[in-house]
T-cell receptor
């Protein structure tokens, strides 16, 4: 069974631009969550989706948004990029919608903002 | 804030057991303890999880204290490839929660 797939693997953008990252969960998984990882702040929760509904959101500005499609695939968007948005963005999927279901992570998209 | 605390780093000799502790003194009755590890530039890899009972799988064993306020991840025969950052987190058995990661423990396995 294929794992969580994130595209693209690497991305370089300029300040002020916007970016869209994609996540394909494991087949059959309906919950997708997103995380930002930086050396200074570690792994931080961005948002979580289940059945196309955002159920929770982390403490990030409104420039960060996401959505989930009917096939459970998810995208996140960052508008008006800032240098501090440079990070590894990780997506995880779970089979169930509760905490007894392990998160399975993709290998992330490394975003560099110049 | 993370609900777990872990040592910043630990060393282990290759072939020996690695015992990684985690404190989760404020854990709730419906929260599972999970362990993940992350090797540089890869996504975190699921290792094991448990609620109350000790658990074992092909990768590791998880020992949870009776009061559930702490746990230990045991890698029975550490290899150089086990060098990674290990995260202990708690997740409630509900939906729509924020999964919070702490800084984890950097395990160095030495030859």
């Amino acid at each position: 069974k294929a794992g969580v797939t994130q595209t693209p693997r690497y991305l370089i953008k300029t300040r002020g631009q916007q970016v869209t990252l994609s996540c394909s969960p494991i087949s059959g998984h309906r919950s997708v969550s997103w995380y930002q990882q930086t050396p200074g702040q570690g792994l931080q929760f961005l948002f979580e989706y289940f059945s196309e509904t955002q159920r929770n959101k982390g403490n990030f500005p409104g420039r960060f948004s996401g959505r989930q499609f009917s096939n459970s695939r998810s995208e996140m968007n960052v508008s008006t990029l800032e240098l501090g948005d440079s990070a590894l963005y990780l997506c995880a999927s779970t089979l169930g919608d509760r905490g007894n279901s392990p998160l399975h992570f993709g290998n992330g998209t490394r975003l560099t903002v110049t | 804030d993370a609900k777990t605390t872990q040592p910043t780093s630990m060393d282990c000799a290759e072939g020996r057991a690695a015992n990684l502790p985690c404190n989760h003194s404020t854990i709730s009755g419906n929260e599972y303890v999970y362990w993940y590890r992350q090797i540089h530039s890869q996504g975190p890899q699921y290792i094991i999880h448990g609620l109350k009972n000790n658990e074992t799988n092909e990768m590791a064993s998880l020992i949870i204290t009776e009061d559930r306020k702490s746990s230990t991840l045991i890698l029975p025969h550490a290899t150089l490839r086990d060098t990674a950052v290990y995260y202990c987190i708690v997740r409630p058995n509900t939906g729509g929660f924020k999964t919070i990661f702490g800084a984890g423990t950097r395990l160095f396995v030495k030859a």
